[in-house]
């Protein structure tokens, strides 16, 4: 298997931890601020923690350290695209977790893998072989069960919001895969600053409010949870493509499903166990796709490929 596959596939994992751990805590902050001010204060997080970490590379000497060309004019676009789709699928999410439980709405998210593979394979025509298919329709399949035993019912208002969000952030991800080349440092800054500048703004404009208390919590979930793991996702896209990056990450609903049930408590039915078989069966299912296909979906699938 190629080296640098094996670490972006763990990068990709451990982005899907850092992540899958936020949503039960933003459910616990959910009161101390608006769904557009959570959604300011994540990113804002997100944003700080990306200067601290550029200021830290520079000070030891390892600016280059995660490599990536340098952003210019040409980016703004994308960016600006970015940062949109970022203020909408946020608020979205945010607003869908106030009107669901913290375990459903986690599970929820497991729809995010399937947007993300459908625009990967439209926008930069990524290769869908069997396996990778077969992996899809797997964590497909454990979303839709999960979603339905989260007993909000997947047409719920906060079920919808949730699924309008995976629908903005898998378009968002490939745009991301489009930057995934340059400083993933610099393009997580810029994402979290300005998507946070303008869930702010949008809060401001809709009357939402926030407790002073509830700010450090909210930047410091931000840093990790947004700044850290987008770092990882994009090194990772870089290296294996959106589409199997997205299927990696699909660990993330299932670690906030845990966290969740830790914090408030769950009692897990014999469709949980089956839904997360068929979650690990996916996962394993693009780990071996990652290590026959050599990195971004290449195209030695060739038997199998139905792009």
């Not at 870089?238 to 408590?265: D, E, K, Q």
């Not at 071996?288 to 296909?293: A, L, P």
Request: charge should be neutral.
């Amino acid at each position: 298997m190629n080296s640098k596959g094996k670490v972006a596939s763990l990068a990709a994992l451990a982005s899907a931890l850092f992540y899958g751990v936020s949503l039960p805590f933003v459910k616990a902050l959910e009161e101390g601020a608006s769904a557009s001010w959570t959604s300011a204060f994540l990113y804002l997080g997100a944003g700080c923690a990306m200067v601290v970490l550029a200021c830290a590379l520079r000070i030891s000497g390892h600016r280059d350290a995660l490599g990536g060309e340098p952003l210019g004019l040409r980016q703004v676009p994308l960016l600006a695209l970015m940062v949109a789709l970022n203020t909408a699928s946020a608020i979205a999410l945010v607003a869908g977790i106030a009107l669901s439980s913290a375990a459903a709405a986690s599970l929820l998210g497991n729809l995010e893998v399937v947007a993300t593979a459908v625009f990967a394979w439209l926008i930069f025509h990524e290769p869908m072989t069997r396996r990778f298919v077969a992996a899809l329709m797997a964590i497909t399949l454990s979303g839709l069960l999960l979603g339905w035993e989260g007993g909000d019912g997947l047409l719920s208002p906060g079920a919808l919001l949730i699924m309008l969000a995976c629908v903005f952030w898998g378009l968002e991800n490939n745009c991301t895969r489009a930057l995934a080349d340059y400083d993933v440092v610099a393009v997580t800054r810029a994402k979290g600053i300005f998507t946070g500048a303008a869930s702010a703004i949008t809060a401001v404009c809709l009357g939402g409010s926030f407790e002073p208390a509830s700010v450090f919590p909210l930047l410091g979930v931000g840093a990790v949870s947004y700044g850290l793991s987008i770092v990882l996702y994009i090194w990772a896209q870089r290296h294996i493509g959106a589409a199997r990056t997205g299927n990696l990450y699909s660990i993330a609903p299932f670690v906030g499903a845990a966290v969740s049930w830790i914090m408030y408590g769950f009692d897990a039915q014999p469709m949980f166990w089956l839904a997360l078989a068929l979650s690990a069966l996916g996962v394993i299912l693009t780990w071996e796709d990652v290590s026959r296909g050599k990195g971004k979906g290449s195209a030695e699938e060739e038997a199998g490929s139905t792009a």
